[in-house]
């Protein structure tokens, strides 16, 4: 998923990096971890850090792989989420190639905010609607939140390249390539998403009861009414 430089344009790359300064502004505004969110922020970082490393090489130039937007994203919240994906995707790029330096807007774009942010607003969505506690209902939400992660973030990338004049293949070629492969992959995404986030809240519900985003699962809330009565 991650866009090499020479694929897409200045006129794509350069509304992508404009619209990633405004998240990164505004995450940095925002952003809040408690004490001890901020050892988990650094354990997620370098978690998908080298999970991202696992690519499969797929047609138009560009790769499949984990992405863990979601996990990150629904963990820590929106905003430290950006920030964590753009650590990541900043150190492969200057490290190790892997993105390009001038399509680094678009590949945050992606990855860091519509696979952080999307999943994030699902969650919350599907959060009110069935008020899951523990159990399949829950395993399902974060489920559909991880596989939108990956699958929307593949469709964002694959429109930018199908569309880019610069790109050796056309939006009928990389766009189903993009979204097939990130289909399966945001499904073993997703098991990985479920289980991670399930541990912790059997091993460090205290860490979640901060999250901006799971700590609003009905579970906290009673029992933060709990304590209080």
Known sequence: MHLP????????AIPAFIITIVFW???????KLSEKQVPMMGLLTALFFAAMFINIPIIGGTTAHILGGAA???????FAGLISMSIILVLQALLFGD???IALGANVLN??????FIPC????????LFKPKMGISLYAII????LFSNVLA?????????LSPLAPYGLNVILPAMVTHHFIIGIVEGIVTVILIITLLVLRPDVLEKSPILGKLSIFKYKTKSEEA
């Open 154 to 162: 593949a469709i964002a990338a694959g429109l930018q390249v199908g």
């Open 99 to 101: 993105g390009g330096l």
């Open 25 to 31: 502004i505004i995450s940095f505004k925002k952003i």
């Open 121 to 128: 607003i699902i969650f919350l969505v599907l959060n009110k």
């Open 72 to 78: 990150i994203g629904l963990i820590l919240g929106p």
């Open 111 to 116: 990855m860091g905010i519509i696979g952080v």
């Open 5 to 12: 430089d020479g694929f897409i344009p200045l006129s794509f």
């Open 143 to 146: 489920f559909t939140c991880a």
